[in-house]
């Protein structure tokens, strides 16, 4: 059974950064593409990247871009978010997600992910 583990939230204070992982395991990681998602209080489920199977496409929320990369590393089965210049605006529950289809384009929509993480809790203090 495939599961999906992130790790790396926390309280940071606004300029600072902080990198996210999410482990996957059950399953060939390397054959699909990974997400990440963030949702705050009071708010719907928002896009923040993408990345297909090899590493070799991203894609990312104008929110976010230049400020966060996406990467992964297929021997450890893991998927990073890295996210600098952080601001308040970030603050939110960052979960990982699996298409397992490997859509082409990237996907960004909530509904073309099969699994999904439990999330972890990032606090951006101003």
């Known amino acids: 059974q495939v599961q999906l583990v992130e790790s790396g939230g926390g309280l940071v204070q606004a300029g600072g950064s902080l990198r996210l992982s999410c482990v996957t395991s059950?399953?060939?990681?390397?054959?699909?593409?990974m997400g990440w998602f963030r949702q705050a209080p009071g708010k719907e489920r928002e896009f923040v990247a993408s990345i297909n199977w090899s590493g070799g496409s991203r894609y990312y929320a104008d929110s976010v871009k230049g400020r966060f990369t996406i990467f992964r590393d297929n021997a450890k089965n893991t998927v990073y978010l890295q996210m600098n210049s952080l601001k308040p605006e970030d603050t939110a529950v960052y979960c990982c997600?699996?298409?397992?289809?490997?859509?082409?384009?990237?996907?960004?929509?909530?509904?073309?992910?099969?699994?999904w993480g439990q999330g972890t809790q990032v606090t951006v203090s101003s």
């Open positions: 997600a699996a298409d397992f289809s490997a859509r082409v384009p990237l996907p960004g929509r909530p509904m073309e992910y099969d699994l």
């Open positions: 059950g399953r060939t990681f390397s054959s699909y593409s």
